[in-house]
């Protein structure tokens, strides 16, 4: 399928492997003058794309390739999630991937397509980036373009809110990252509520013999920490599954840390190592050497900066000192190990810029905001048949 956009752009909707391979090619020649960019693991990203993907389940996905002359110039994903429509109520479509030259041409070709794809399924509204979901990369980078990303982040070219905007789309959520010295200095307010708390308050770290299950018990505390946030969507078993197969040999046992009031768990954290900054230079690809690189870095050298992608306290303690408490004694009890690794940098993140209550603590302990991410939104016309 093919079809005319602006200025003699053509949009094709991604079928062919020739397709997947430009797809997925395309973000290296137009990051090749950023040295902040670090390119994704190639079988990943064709897996999340084209392969077994888990939200397919409850998902579906279609990509697209702008070309001009036979050039590729950009790309583009939309999203149609049941799941979201089950929890929201209303059928949001999504866009995601986006990657393009400084063509506002190139861009509103882009989007027309994966606007009339979504419109065709009934969706009343775009929202984006998500890439491909809102528990995988969120967000288009808006501050931040002078340093590289932390794993499971994007990054961007400065001209894309530009293009996006010119495309009628508006703003919806900022979300935020901060960096952290894991060898803060507790404030004493902190300590004070740990101190409430008294036996009742357990913390420790994940215990490996249990895995199945204890990765259960993660899913099951992050979908209730996060089940009133923003565009949230649950995890699924498969989902959740397949997080641990692919980080579960990178975590450590104190990587995870679970809180516990009167041994019911109340709150977690898990902490990785920044693949990113340990496949800086391998452009994506992990054959045939570079495998073994990147093992020999994560698990021998070991990276100087870690990020937290999952964190949560349950929702009968949120907006209380002791869900403060709770959200503390976990960062803190994760923060230790990593300061006798010699770790330098934690990225917290990302957060809701409305969440005045984690960047409240999270500023207690020297956190400084990094980056700045934004998700936009545009609504659609009804369709004639709805009108």
């Known amino acids: 399928m093919a079809a005319r956009g602006v200025s003699q752009v053509e949009v ?39 392969g077994a993907n888990p939200l397919f389940h409850h998902a579906e996905c279609q990509a697209f390739l702008a070309l001009r002359a036979g050039r590729t110039v950009g790309r583009i994903t939309a999203q149609l999630d049941r799941l979201y429509e089950a929890v929201h109520g209303r ?25 009339g794809w979504l419109a065709a399924r009934g969706a009343v509204e775009v929202q984006g980036p998500f890439n491909l979901s809102i528990n995988e990369e969120v967000g288009l980078l808006v501050a931040g ?36 010295r894991p060898d803060f200095e507790a404030p004493p307010a902190m300590r004070r509520l740990l101190a409430r708390q008294g036996r009742a308050l357990r913390v420790r770290p994940l215990d490996r013999r249990r895995r199945a299950a204890e990765f259960e018990l ?3 505390l992050f979908n209730d920490a996060w089940a009133e946030n923003w565009g949230f969507v649950p995890f699924t078993r498969e989902e ?17 840390q679970i809180a516990e009031l009167d041994g019911v768990p109340a709150a977690f954290i898990a902490v990785l190592p920044n693949v ?18 990147l ?30 408490a709770l959200a503390f004694a976990v960062i803190d009890a994760v923060r230790q190990p990593l300061v006798r690794l010699g770790v330098e940098r934690v990225e917290l993140g990302w957060i809701l810029e409305d969440n005045r209550g984690m960047r409240d603590i999270i500023a207690a ?18 369709r004639a048949a709805d009108a």
């Open 12 to 50: 094709v909707a991604v079928a062919r492997r020739r397709e997947r391979r430009q797809f997925l090619a395309l973000p290296e020649r137009l990051y090749a003058d950023d040295p902040h960019w670090v390119a994704p693991l190639r079988w990943e990203q064709h897996r999340r794309l084209f």
């Open 91 to 115: 059928k949001v479509g999504f866009f995601g991937m986006f990657e393009a030259e400084d063509d506002p041409a190139v861009a509103a070709a882009l989007f027309a397509a994966a606007e």
């Open 145 to 180: 373009f002078d340093s590289p990303p932390f794993v499971l982040m994007g990054h961007g070219r400065p001209w894309y809110p530009r293009l996006v905007e010119a495309a009628g789309y508006r703003p919806a959520k900022d979300l935020l990252t901060y960096v952290v």
């Open 218 to 220: 993660l899913r099951e």
């Open 240 to 256: 959740f599954a397949e997080v641990a197969a692919l980080f579960g040999a990178l975590l450590d046992d104190h990587n995870v």
């Open 276 to 293: 990113n900054e340990a496949a800086r230079d391998l452009r994506g690809r992990l054959l045939p050497w570079g495998w073994a690189k």
């Open 295 to 324: 093992l020999w870095r994560l698990k021998v050298r070991r990276p100087r900066s870690y990020r937290v992608p999952l964190m949560g306290v349950r929702r009968a303690h949120h907006d209380s000192p002791l869900g403060a």
């Open 365 to 382: 302990i020297g956190g400084v905001e990094y980056k700045r991410y934004r998700i936009y939104r545009k609504p659609l016309p009804p």
